[in-house]
């Protein structure tokens, strides 16, 4: 079966920026009297590219911009992107809750579409009442749910509070039933944007097992937005990377994992991984640049959890003797986890020299670092550049099934269990 | 192979009416659950239950028995002034209640119609079944206290007319989902009309002349005649008032304008609904 069952031709889709007022109705009588007169939409020739990053120039933006796609049939298919790539609108329009403004989409079979679990669900209602509310909003039948009834409900383990009004669930159990109903939806299309992300460890699971069975048992056709590379690496067959608003690369899961994320370091937006300003110092030693990267592979490429870690560190210090470099290590929020010296190693010549500081793989845990450099004679600070690198240790793929959130702390390291 | 058979299309553009019936029947069960919804979910954790369903209705006549007859002085003939009182607050808030009930579709489900898809159509039609069902029951009421009346005595009889009485109702429905209908689409970006919405129901209760009737309004203020003879509104009212208590003015041309009238609304609110369902989370 390698028939398509969805094309997305040329979509697109503009929005505009700032508030709705008196401006925007001065633009809404143009564009009815432009098409009063049978004359194209004035601003469908303008529009912004979608950088969010970027100052605001125009009244427009196109939030997507001339995606084409394919999907086959009993393929799953990631969508892959930054916040405020697109990847929301685009499955807004797939899941038909707003129309493109340009281009169109074929489609060979019912779309079922899971933006949000629980849409819906009214708080004055019952558990099973519920049920068969958002059974039918999500688009089944009666009789439909009435079959799944049972195992929905053991499904989503809330037996005992099932003719209890929902508004007296605790927040998890409103979203177990809810990710229970729509994990029982059997449409030929599936469209989910990160609902895998709630619940407790143990229903994460059970979430991703349900998504491995309707996509591999069942041979559904699915369409999967997600930030969490480790389940589009486990669920997907194929994934298109989105980059501001436009489908920038297409191609197998793993390609397009690791294309997405180099995304980040290329530009530096991010992260700063590699530090090239010139420091000067009285003391006339300077910093030439500083920066990490993975053994094996250049500065462009994303830091697993998997690689080795290379610190490189290229000073020249034409006069002084004894030196001792030294890096700090902090997480995210500022903390200081360790700080390591070259005091036993060696001291600094007095020359330009590159040195290198390998820290082994699978010591850190997935997360951001910042990195203090500094530079003592033993007995007093010499030199010190704050927050001089920063980097992003990304999670290695995990194995089918298991929990893909982060553990607590800073550090993971390895050590030999007997 | 057949590669150009597809299931549907998703475009920017779209007809001018595309009700697509086959889809809103595919989705009857949903209608069925927002109908029974929006009857159970009033009287949850309410002492008196669906008794309330009674209690508003009953209340309104009295006070406008009081305020109308009592203390203005308007006639309503031989007909008892709080059973003439109940006929008109009855067949009002049917069509009141199918108003604002719709006038809020797009606005009221953002949430919802934000997530998801189905027809948009469901949420209004089935605020109008459900009001549907609660104007059977304020009948109920009205039916109840006819009898009452018949029994003590008073002269009062409904007339051949009372055939029209489904026609009469689908008209209460109609203009109230129209012109509910547009309301919800002329909401969703510019929000001025919500604000009038409000006060403008309670104004057009009084222009179609549901307090008292038509008659008594032409004598007492014969330079708007115009205004009550014209709202289509007034058509209905009184002629419910006619075919139940044999009490009124009915012309056939004034409800074949009302027959028009509805359905030339709901028409209207049917393209412009259809037009603003397809992008209207955009700018809510």
């Known amino acids: 079966m390698s028939d398509v069952i969805l094309k997305a031709e040329n979509i697109s889709k503009q929005y505009r920026l700032g508030t709705v007022g008196t401006g925007t109705l001065s633009h809404d009588l143009n564009r009815w009297w432009h098409q009063l007169r049978g004359k194209e939409d004035p601003y469908t020739k303008v529009g912004a590219v979608n950088d969010r990053s970027q100052k605001a120039t125009e009244d427009y933006v196109w939030a997507i911009k001339d995606i084409s796609f394919e999907v086959k049939r009993g393929e799953v298919l990631g969508i892959i992107g930054k916040n405020g790539a697109g990847k929301s609108t685009l499955l807004k329009i797939l899941s038909r809750v707003t129309g493109p403004t340009t281009g169109s989409i074929k489609t060979r079979g019912r779309i079922a579409s899971l933006l949000e679990v629980g849409t819906g669900f009214h708080p004055e209602l019952t558990g099973r009442e519920n049920v068969f509310l958002n059974g039918a909003i999500l688009g089944m039948t009666k009789a439909e749910v009435n079959e799944k009834l049972e195992e929905i409900i053991s499904f989503s383990g809330c037996e005992m509070y099932i003719d209890t009004p929902v508004k007296r669930y605790s927040s998890g159990m409103r979203v177990r039933l809810a990710f229970a109903v729509a994990a029982h939806l059997e449409p030929e299309i599936l469209v989910i944007d990160e609902v895998l992300a709630v619940g407790d460890a143990e229903f994460q699971k059970k979430a991703i097992g349900k998504m491995q069975d309707i996509s591999q048992g069942q041979g559904r056709t699915v369409l999967f937005v997600s930030h969490n590379m480790a389940s589009v690496k486990s669920l997907c067959t194929r994934a298109i990377v989105l980059e501001n608003g436009s489908s920038v690369f297409e191609g197998t899961t793993d390609e397009s994992v690791s294309y997405y994320l180099s995304l980040g370091n290329d530009k530096g937006a991010d992260y700063l991984r590699y530090f090239n300003k010139k420091e000067f110092n009285q003391l006339k030693f300077q910093l030439i640049n500083f920066g990490v990267r993975a053994r094996t592979k250049d500065y462009g490429a994303p830091l697993l959890r998997t690689d080795d870690l290379y610190f490189e560190i290229n000073f020249i210090n034409p006069k002084q003797k004894n030196l001792i470099l030294s890096l700090r290590f902090k997480d995210e929020q500022g903390n200081f986890i360790f700080v390591t010296t070259s005091e036993k190693d060696f001291q600094l010549k007095e020359e330009a020299q590159l040195i290198h500081m390998c820290v082994p793989k699978s010591f850190f845990n997935q997360g951001v670092f910042f990195v203090d450099i500094q530079v003592t004679n033993g007995k007093k600070l010499l030199f010190r550049k704050k927050d001089a690198i920063s980097f992003n240790i990304i999670q290695e793929q995990t194995a089918l099934g298991r929990w893909m959130g982060k553990t607590p702390g800073a550090l993971k390291p390895h050590f030999k269990w007997y | ?284």
Do not use: H
């Open chain 2, 1 to 284: 192979m057949k590669q150009e058979e597809w299931l549907y299309e998703i475009t920017p553009k779209r007809k001018l009416i595309d009700l697509n019936l086959k889809e809103i029947w595919r989705y009857r069960d949903l209608l069925i659950l927002f109908v029974k919804r929006d009857i159970v979910t009033v009287y949850k954790q309410t002492i008196l239950g669906p008794l309330w369903f009674f209690i508003q209705p009953l209340f309104t006549s009295v006070i406008f028995t009081l305020v109308f007859s009592n203390i203005a002085g308007l006639k309503s003939g031989v007909i008892p002034s709080f059973l003439f009182n109940l006929a008109g607050i009855t067949a009002w808030n049917y069509f009141k209640e199918c108003l604002t009930g719709t006038s809020n579709t797009f606005r009221g489900n953002a949430a919802i119609f934000g997530k998801v898809y189905f027809p948009r159509a469901i949420m209004p039609l089935s605020v109008t079944i459900s009001n549907l069902l609660k104007f059977g029951i304020q009948l109920s009421i009205f039916i109840g206290f006819y009898l009452y009346y018949v029994l003590i005595g008073k002269d009062i009889s409904p007339n051949f007319y009372l055939l029209l009485f489904p026609v009469y109702v689908l008209m209460m429905a109609l203009m109230g989902l129209g012109l509910g209908m547009c309301i919800s689409a002329f909401t969703t970006k510019y929000r001025d009309l919500t604000v009038l919405v409000g006060f403008a129901t309670s104004l057009l209760m009084y222009v179609s002349a549901v307090p008292f009737s038509l008659a008594e309004a032409i004598k007492k203020v014969p330079e708007l005649s115009w205004a009550f003879q014209y709202n289509p509104i007034t058509q209905l009212i009184e002629g419910f008032r006619f075919m139940t208590l044999d009490y009124g003015m009915f012309t056939w041309g004034g409800f074949i304008y009302a027959l028009v009238f509805s359905i030339l609304l709901f028409l209207v609110g049917l393209i412009v609904f259809n037009k603003t369902e397809k992008n209207f989370i955009d700018t809510v």
